[in-house]
C-alpha cells in the first residue's frame, strides 16, 4: 500500500506546495490536491516545479465545471511539467454547485461522465496519432483540432485517470473508462466489499491493472485530549456528507437512512452542531479509525490493506506531522492483518 499526503483541503497553492516539498522529503509516495477554494490544475503546477519524486494527484478536479478539451490541455501540460508524475482525479460534483455555483448543465452523471473520460481520451489520441478528432457523443462534440493547437503527443504519456464515485452508476462508469477509482472517505469496509468491488468487477471482469485508491478518515492525537478534538472534527464532517442524499446508499447498508434523511433536514437548517451530534460512536467507527498511529495505522491496514493500492489520511482538523508520519511508518512495516 503506498501512502500519499493530502492537502488541507483549505491550503492556498502556496500553502500546498510548501506542504507537497516537506512530503517529499520526509518519503510519502504522493500528493493529493482537493479543489475546493483553489484551482487544483495551478495548485499543482506550483507543486510539479518544486518537487521531483512524488506522485501528483487531483483529487479531485471537478470535471463537469469543465468540459473535455478544458481538462485534457491541463492535464497534458501538468504531465509534462511534472515530467510524468501526475494523476488525474476526476469527480462529478453535486447538482446544486454544478448549476447555481458553476452555471453549468447537469443530466445523467454517470453517462456523462463516461462520455467525458472517453472524450478526453479520443483528444489524447488525435494529439499522439495526429488523426482528424472526431468525437461525437450525447453530451459532448470535439470535431475541431487544427496543427495551431495540437501540442502533439506528450513524451510522458498520458496520465492515467482515476474517478471519485459512491453510487452503483459512477462506480460502473469508472469500472468501464477509467484507469482507477478514488474511493470516497464516507466509505465503511463493508460498503467497499460488498457494494463497490462486486459492481467493479462487474463492469470490468476483473479489477487487474485497476487502482482503488481512498483518502481514510481517522481520529488522531498524541493523547486523550488531541484525540477529543479531533473525533469532534471528525463527527461534523461525516454528518457533513452524510446528509448529502447522493451519499445516502453508504448509510441504508448499514441500516442508517433514517440518519442520513435527519441530517438532510438538519443541514437545511444549517444546524452543523446538531448534526454531528446525531453522529452515534457507531456510526464514528464505521467511516473512521481512531487511536495512536500505530493503533490507526492496524486499523486502516485491517479494513482496506488488501484492496486500497494507495492511502492518504483524511484529518478535518490540525493534525500533528509526527503523528501522521508515525502512522505513514506503520502502514509501510506492519503486515496485513488476518
Keep these: 500500500m503506498l501512502v500519499d499526503y493530502a492537502a488541507p483541503v483549505a491550503a492556498s497553492p502556496a500553502e500546498a506546495e510548501a506542504a507537497a516539498v516537506s512530503a517529499e522529503q520526509v518519503g510519502y509516495d504522493g500528493f493529493a490536491a482537493a479543489e475546493t477554494r483553489h484551482d487544483v490544475f495551478t495548485t499543482l503546477a506550483l507543486v510539479a516545479r518544486a518537487t521531483s519524486r512524488i506522485a501528483l494527484q487531483s483529487a479531485i478536479a471537478v470535471a463537469f465545471a469543465r468540459n473535455p478539451m478544458n481538462v485534457a490541455v491541463l492535464a497534458n501540460d501538468l504531465q509534462l511539467i511534472s515530467e510524468g508524475r501526475f494523476r488525474l482525479g476526476l469527480g462529478s460534483q453535486v447538482r446544486p454547485h454544478i448549476e447555481r455555483r458553476f452555471a453549468m448543465p447537469w443530466s445523467r452523471p454517470a453517462a456523462r461522465m463516461e462520455e467525458f473520460v472517453a472524450a478526453l481520451r479520443a483528444i489524447w489520441a488525435a494529439w499522439a496519432t495526429g488523426e482528424r478528432l472526431a468525437f461525437r457523443g450525447e453530451f459532448y462534440r470535439h470535431t475541431l483540432m487544427t496543427d495551431f493547437f495540437n501540442p502533439g503527443p506528450n513524451p510522458y504519456g498520458n496520465p492515467p485517470v482515476a474517478l471519485?464515485?459512491?453510487?452503483?452508476?459512477?462506480?460502473t462508469a469508472a469500472g468501464r473508462v477509467a484507469d482507477g477509482?478514488?474511493?470516497?472517505?464516507l466509505t465503511s469496509a463493508e460498503y467497499l466489499g460488498e457494494r463497490i468491488l462486486p459492481v467493479l468487477k462487474s463492469a470490468r471482469g476483473n479489477l487487474a491493472g485497476f487502482r482503488l485508491e481512498m483518502s481514510a478518515m481517522v481520529v488522531l492525537g498524541a493523547d486523550a485530549q488531541q484525540r477529543a478534538r479531533a473525533e469532534e472534527a471528525v463527527r461534523g464532517q461525516i454528518a457533513f456528507y452524510a446528509s448529502t442524499p447522493a451519499y445516502r446508499?453508504?448509510?441504508e447498508l448499514h441500516g442508517w437512512g433514517e440518519l442520513a434523511d435527519r441530517l438532510n433536514l438538519l443541514?437545511?437548517?444549517?444546524?452543523?452542531?446538531?448534526?454531528?451530534?446525531?453522529?452515534?460512536?457507531?456510526v464514528l467507527n464505521a467511516f473512521a479509525v481512531t487511536g495512536d498511529p500505530a493503533t490507526?495505522?492496524?486499523g486502516l491496514r485491517a479494513r482496506f490493506g488488501r484492496v486500497i493500492d494507495r492511502i492518504s489520511l483524511y484529518t478535518p482538523y490540525e493534525a500533528d506531522r509526527y503523528q501522521l508520519a508515525a502512522v505513514r511508518t506503520a502502514l509501510r512495516s506492519e503486515p496485513v492483518s488476518d
Excluded: K, Y
Design 164 to 171: 471519485a464515485a459512491v453510487g452503483e452508476r459512477m462506480i
Design 181 to 185: 477509482m478514488l474511493v470516497h472517505p
Design 249 to 251: 446508499p453508504v448509510l
Design 267 to 282: 443541514s437545511r437548517r444549517q444546524a452543523w452542531t446538531e448534526m454531528a451530534a446525531e453522529i452515534t460512536d457507531d
Design 296 to 298: 490507526v495505522a492496524a
